[in-house]
């Protein structure tokens, strides 16, 4: 840090949006998918430093690094079937199932006869449309409603942890051997949580106290949800991986001197308004205002009425509205939810003092001390209404009381970011399927996919609350779902599964199909299970527009599932609610959900929780016990963490036969001085993309599909395509993932004109996988760049979504190009002179 970035902070009116300045972090957070590349350079930098003649033990990380196991999950299994075959990322489960030294099958523990008995707590496996409720999580006491006698662990969590360590025992021996190595890294075993809802429950500090040196803590991280803990006053935003590898090496974080708009929240929202629609009702109008490239901080008396888990939520939404971050100060109500995670009454005295000190502690009664910002933009609460969110992208609001309509309309329009373009005289089709020994009605807009997810709500026990009381009176009712919908229920930590069972909700999202799958990263990153081959059949033989509803922040098309076109994101109990109504094509203010017993209609208003209801579990509920088991639970492990064996060695010994770890290429020419750039002559164009080529395009994080580049890769490996896993677990692995690089089957390359990974290799004239054709150009000695509209890389930080171009489109001596036009005038500079009076006018 350097006077001249003092001073330009200091004089940030008429600096900002045009000066860069460093920031410092006070600590990094990795998730396993970019977590790994990242601990894997630091493996191959200490053999570059032994190389090179150095000492490999003086190669660590210099900033703190907490590393989480959260997104090797995948669901193997489910309540509505417990899956024989493998998941789209395939496995061995043979092989899974012997690895870990816990056993599988749950405990039953015997009904003790009760008057009062509803219904029994010891079957074996439970159904959907059973008379009985379903086994929950071990060491998180469960207790039947009927009985008040705790129930063991689901089958589901029990086998998708153990084929998730079956899986990726290589990835997390690696993972053990990083922190043993490496000082600064402490690594977060499977099983414990998210990333993001770790660092809110455990990991965050508020403030760091360092040798009688007090300063705010802050943290940057290789996963777009980093941005949560902005509702917890501490600064903290996703970040690529080798920018994360600059902090982790002592290195800054270089951003331009950002505007900071003030938001100022006003009034109070109404009952049926969850925090989800608060998000997305904020987000719709953040990006009609603008703040891309900006930080946005709230203020004003409606943020007092919002929870710490109201805050994160909106905190994490705005990648999609384009800021950099979102931050709420810390306030009494910061303080008062720091109580319940367990900091010590000295600590949090300690806390307020500090802050008021210098200045970033927020409080109502002092509305003439709010801080001057660059921009001050104004959102009424009761304006917001119920919303979801797609069919195809986050930002596309649509209003519950909206939704038959809108999606009809969807069917009406040209295939684009809202249409399907499905001809009039098909729009009523009907396809029946037989399932489970029923026959069921499959149409445009039914729903096949509806997950609680772990991306953005489960740390909100609001909605999560709201979610589980709406489907105790849904059971009440006698409503159910259809067996054939994909339901998942993928808490993002223990933490919430402790208080969705001792609240009582849990068995009744369980006989609805919402069985707990496990904890991590699921149907959000494309790891759902595969829909049956009847309603697959179904939507190939209609050309069925079908549906998925998930309570995540990421609905891109294809995402979910392949021939799933239509996905909403919706608060968790609009995700019961549309799956139990089994279509999105439903007015609820109009239509019922379904009939109870006697044939009596029943409204979506007949079952929702009252705001005061939900509160008042809450409080109840949502107490410092929770806090502290979470704590035990990371501090002591699991016992397939504490018994899976690693090295110990200083340079990790790689095994040229693995698949999910290799040596990267990227140290093999490394010099002690670097070499000098060449120019790029004679070049072919690789790819010719559009605008809005997400990270998802470049460097997808799901399946690998059975015919890529990548798959051909592990085939002539002796895998088998059950053992594929995906390409977020194999980001390891260089050589998958630059063959993974433009793989997306969404991939909207104009050399061939419709949706896939090919590209024409232009010398030959042949269509080509992407990877083939750029590892023929290289043969030929011919340097590749690509062209691109406008927003390209936007989405997830991913470090591959870098690399992968990189080595697609090197030979080592040169790189690729990007060109992204901003306005009208640079297109028509394009259109008129090619590329060349693009590049000269615009640089000139």
């Not at 501490?234 to 991986?241: D, E, K, N, Q, T």
């Not at 009761?382 to 992208?393: D, E, F």
């Not at 599932?561 to 279509?583: E, F």
Request: net charge neutral.
């Amino acid at each position: 840090m350097k006077k001249e970035d003092v001073m330009n902070i200091l004089d940030w009116k008429t600096k900002q949006s045009n000066v860069e300045v460093p920031f410092f972090p006070a600590r990094v957070l990795l998730q396993d998918f970019t977590g790994i590349p990242a601990m894997v350079d630091f493996a191959a930098m200490r053999e570059a430093v032994k190389t090179l003649g150095g000492d490999p033990k003086k190669v660590h990380p210099a900033c703190p690094t907490d590393l989480t196991v959260d997104h090797s999950l995948q669901i193997d299994f489910s309540k509505c079937a417990i899956q024989n075959a493998p998941n789209p990322g395939g496995g061995d489960l043979q092989k899974a199932g012997k690895l870990s030294p816990l056993k599988v099958q749950p405990k039953k523990l015997p009904c003790r006869g009760q008057t009062a008995c509803r219904g029994s707590c010891d079957s074996g496996e439970l159904g959907r449309n059973s008379g009985t409720f379903s086994s929950q999580i071990e060491n998180t006491p469960i207790l039947c409603p009927f009985h008040l006698q705790p129930v063991p662990e689901p089958e589901t969590v029990l086998k998708n942890q153990e084929v998730e360590f079956g899986r990726n025992r290589e990835r997390l021996q690696f993972f053990k051997w990083s922190s043993r190595v490496f000082k600064n890294v402490a690594v977060i075993p499977p099983g414990t949580g998210m990333a993001h809802q770790v660092n809110l429950e455990y990991l965050s500090r508020v403030v760091f106290e360092e040798k009688d040196l007090l300063f705010p803590d802050s943290v940057v991280g290789t996963d777009s949800h980093v941005t949560m803990v902005n509702g917890l006053g501490i600064l903290g935003w996703g970040v690529g991986g080798i920018e994360t590898e600059a902090v982790m090496l002592g290195l800054p974080v270089s951003l331009t001197l950002p505007e900071v708009v003030g938001c100022e929240l006003t009034g109070s929202s109404n009952p049926f308004v969850t925090s989800i629609d608060v998000v997305l009702g904020i987000t719709k109008h953040l990006r009609q205002v603008g703040v891309a490239g900006k930080f946005v901080e709230f203020f004003g008396s409606g943020v007092s009425q919002l929870s710490i888990a109201d805050r994160t939520t909106i905190a994490n939404m705005c990648p999609e509205y384009g800021a950099i971050l979102s931050f709420f100060p810390v306030d009494n109500v910061t303080l008062k939810h720091l109580v319940h995670t367990g900091f010590s009454k000295a600590k949090l005295e300690s806390m307020e003092t500090y802050l008021k000190a210098v200045k970033l502690f927020r409080n109502d009664q002092n509305s003439s001390g709010e801080p001057e910002y660059s921009q001050v933009i104004q959102i009424n609460l009761n304006s917001i209404v119920p919303s979801v969110s797609g069919p195809k992208r986050p930002q596309d609001r649509v209003a519950v009381t909206d939704m038959k309509s809108d999606f009809q309309a969807c069917l009406n329009e040209k295939v684009g970011f809202k249409g399907f373009q499905i001809a009039a005289e098909k729009q009523k089709d009907i396809v029946s399927i037989h399932y489970e020994g029923s026959e069921y009605k499959l149409s445009h807009g039914s729903v096949v996919i509806a997950a609680v997810i772990s991306c953005t709500n489960n740390c909100n026990p609001s909605v999560m609350l709201a979610a589980g009381l709406l489907a105790k009176k849904a059971v009440e009712a006698g409503l159910h779902v259809k067996p054939y919908i994909r339901t998942s229920l993928s808490p993002g930590g223990g933490m919430v599964t402790q208080y969705l069972s001792s609240s009582g909700v849990l068995p009744y999202l369980s006989k609805l199909g919402f069985e707990i799958v496990g904890y991590g990263c699921s149907t959000c990153v494309g790891n759902t299970a595969p829909l049956s081959e009847a309603v697959l059949n179904a939507v190939k033989q209609g050309d069925l527009v079908t549906c998925g509803i998930l309570s995540g922040n990421k609905n891109f098309e294809g995402r979910l599932c392949d021939c799933v076109r239509a996905n909403y994101l919706a608060s968790p109990p609009l995700v019961v609610a549309y799956a139990i109504a089994g279509t999105v094509n439903i007015d609820f203010q109009t239509e019922p959900l379904g009939t109870d017993p006697t044939g009596k209609n029943i409204y979506l208003n007949d079952i929702w929780p009252s705001r005061e209801e939900v509160h008042r579990v809450e409080e109840e509920h949502v107490i410092l016990s929770m806090f502290k088991a979470l704590k035990e639970k990371i501090e002591m492990g699991n016992k397939r963490w504490n018994s899976l064996e690693a090295p110990d060695s200083v340079l990790f010994p790689w095994d040229l036969k693995s698949t999910y770890i290799r040596c990267p290429s990227f140290f093999d020419k490394l010099t002690k001085e670097p070499a000098a750039l060449l120019p790029i002559e004679n070049a072919h164009v690789l790819l010719y993309l559009g605008d809005s080529v997400t990270t998802d395009h470049i460097s997808p994080a799901g399946s690998i599909a059975r015919n890529s580049a990548a798959a051909k890769y592990l085939t002539n490996r002796g895998l088998t395509p059950r053992e594929f896993n995906s390409y977020g677990a194999r980001r390891g692995n260089d050589a998958v993932m630059t063959r993974g690089t433009f793989a997306n089957i969404k991939l909207f390359n104009k050399f061939i004109g419709k949706p896939a990974p090919k590209t024409i290799h232009f010398p030959s004239g042949q269509t080509l996988d992407v990877f083939e054709a750029a590892e023929l150009y290289q043969r030929e000695g011919i340097p590749l760049i690509i062209l691109a509209g406008k927003k390209y890389g936007s989405g997830n930080s991913r470090d591959w979504a870098a690399k992968g171009p990189y080595l697609l489109t090197s030979t080592g001596k040169v790189f690729s190009v990007i060109a992204s036009f901003e306005n009208d005038v640079e297109i028509t500079l394009y259109k008129h002179g090619g590329l060349l009076n693009f590049v000269s006018r615009k640089f000139s």
